[in-house]
């Protein structure tokens, strides 16, 4: 069987848990000698031709050129796509061919035109994706977007739409085209998953969370798959680290869905001998302003440390020296790749319930629980740990016996999707 991948930009890069999902998938298939091939989607192709990614076929194209896409494809011949980005684009071609097509669902914004699945009031949404439900939380996104919306919502959608359509082929202007374009950006959303939840053969969802919300948005219940995801498990062993100052750790994108500013408010309070070591970066504009002004904002507390981008294979050497992840999501989480890092290295986590927490952690068994956006309670949970570093001793021992390894997760997709399809 010959399985045909969809990567973006440079693959080999480690920038979000999509991206290194992906890479750790096509390498653990390649070292299975499975049959399979890629393509990337880049702003600017520079080679007409195959290209070789660890002797399989490795092909760069511009996302804008469709006709070059499935050239690209009938050259291939793949039994099925695996459809990682440019879902709706690739669902609607891999349809065209009448080749079956399997999306994975990375993040919220498959399906939310905000991306997060986090609303206006900062809670998870449980909204099904409607102009009525989701133009509120568009606008919130955009500076000055809440004094806008009351006026907006009274203007009748198709002359929205007609607005944005107008405002499309006109220069940018600051606020008027962001405003303008608001309802243009859900009908977007609303088309693209239109197209995955009508075309798809099948739609993995990594959690219960990401799953719910997709039924709920119209998926038909033949078409999901859910399948936790794999990592690459490390095959060195650390020894454990001192026990004071207790070090929390957080590992990830550092923007404001991931509730960077609920984590560090929560450690401010605490007047126990503990550290905060935070490790990622941003690459958005918006998510460095926001990154910026929170290192202000505690510049002087000398017990958080920034880091930055780490590469991947560095993450274990330095989470060995600290005792608990904390991931502190406000928006869906759909699955949490770096909780699955942190358990699989022998490091419990704190983490809120945002969906993908959920599917990993059992409070009290390798991790505990809290709900989402409350300071109060995940300070108090944090200052509980630093009383009593016995609790974090035992739980440590036990935190990995659930993680899955890429290995096993490759082997389980090919047995209950892949195999599935070529035997219809």
Not at 82 to 95: D, G, Q, Y
Not at 363 to 385: H, R
Request: glycine content about 6%.
């Amino acid at each position: 069987m010959k399985v045909l991948l969809t990567a973006n930009g440079n693959f080999k890069d480690t920038y979000g848990g999509g991206q290194v999902y992906l890479n750790n998938l096509a390498n653990e298939m390649i070292h299975q000698e499975r049959d399979i091939a890629i393509i990337s989607f880049v702003a600017h192709c520079t080679a007409d031709i195959a290209l070789n990614y660890k002797g399989v076929p490795f092909y760069e194209v511009e996302a804008s050129d469709q006709q070059r896409i499935k050239t690209i494809i009938q050259e291939i011949a793949p039994d099925l796509i695996h459809i990682h980005f440019e879902k709706a684009m690739m669902v609607a071609i891999a349809a065209e061919l009448n080749i079956p097509a399997v999306v994975t669902v990375h993040h919220g914004g498959i399906l939310c035109p905000v991306g997060t699945l986090l609303n206006y009031r900062d809670e998870i949404c449980s909204c099904k994706v409607e102009y009525q439900n989701c133009l509120r939380c568009v606008l919130h996104d955009i500076r000055g977007g809440d004094y806008v919306w009351p006026i907006l919502k009274r203007i009748p959608v198709p002359f929205q739409l007609r607005i944005g359509k107008l405002l499309q082929h006109r220069p940018f202007i600051p606020f008027i085209t962001s405003y303008g374009q608001a309802a243009l950006s859900i009908s977007d959303k609303m088309s693209m998953w239109a197209t995955i939840a009508s075309k798809s053969t099948y739609v993995m969802a990594s959690s219960e969370a990401i799953a719910e919300v997709m039924l709920r948005n119209g998926l038909p219940q033949q078409q999901l798959k859910i399948l936790p995801l794999g990592i690459v498990m490390s095959s060195k062993s650390f020894p454990a680290p001192a026990q004071r100052p207790l070090k929390f750790f957080y590992t990830g994108r550092i923007c404001y869905s991931k509730g960077i500013h609920v984590l560090l408010a929560a450690f401010s309070l605490i007047k126990s001998d503990c550290e905060l070591h935070m490790i990622g970066s941003e690459r958005r504009k918006t998510a460095v302003g926001y990154m910026n002004r929170l290192k202000r904002r505690y510049r002087k507390d000398k017990r958080i440390y920034w880091y930055g981008h780490i590469k991947q294979e560095q993450l274990p050497v330095l989470m060995a020296d600290f005792h608990v992840m904390v991931h502190p999501a406000i928006g869906l989480e759909v699955y949490g790749l770096a909780i699955a890092e942190a358990l699989s290295l022998g490091k419990p986590v704190l983490a809120s319930r945002c969906g993908g927490a959920e599917m990993q952690i059992t409070s009290d068994i390798n991790g505990w629980l809290v709900p989402p956006n409350d300071i109060a309670a995940l300070k108090s949970k944090m200052e509980f740990l630093c009383h009593h570093p016995e609790v974090i001793n035992r739980i440590s021992k036990q935190t990995a016996h659930n993680v899955i390894n890429i290995e096993n997760h490759v082997n389980t997709l090919y047995k209950e999707v892949f195999e599935v399809i070529s035997e219809r």
